[in-house]
């Protein structure tokens, strides 16, 4: 399995980007997706997750009502659609993946396969 992200960026704060993360190399109707993010001197954080066969979702309380985790079956991506962005948002942002029956919390080690980062800086 690979993942990759991409659509990080410099933005201002109170504007938004959408980050994608393509999926290759299996079948991902029974996987879970995620999203993590890691700004310097900081532990991995959680924003973010997928169930793809059923859609449901769940968030960080960091980013509860600002962005928005979806999926397109077709193309294998899952996105992250991140509104109103502040600057405590700037970080690396990881997708993960693992299969979703093994995941039973939303952490780094619960899931099995990470695709590398793409930055998200959001100036003041």
């Known amino acids: 399995v690979q993942l990759q992200a991409s659509g990080g960026g410099l933005v201002q704060a109170g504007y938004s980007l959408r980050l994608s993360c393509v999926a290759s190399?299996?079948?991902?109707?029974?996987?879970?997706m995620a999203w993590f993010r890691q700004a310097p001197g900081k532990d991995r954080e959680f924003v973010a997750a997928?169930?793809?066969?059923?859609?449901?979702?769940y968030y960080g309380d960091s980013v509860k009502g600002r962005f928005t985790i979806s999926r397109d079956n077709a193309k294998n991506t899952a996105y992250l659609q991140m509104m109103s962005l502040k600057p405590e948002d700037t970080a690396v942002y990881y997708c993960?993946?693992?299969?979703?029956?093994?995941?039973?919390?939303?952490?780094?080690?619960?899931?099995?396969?990470w695709g590398k980062g793409t930055q998200v800086t959001v100036s003041s």
């Open positions: 190399g299996g079948t991902f109707t029974d996987y879970a």
């Open positions: 997928i169930r793809w066969s059923v859609g449901i979702t």
């Open positions: 993960a993946a693992a299969p979703s029956y093994s995941v039973y919390e939303w952490s780094p080690r619960g899931m099995a396969y």
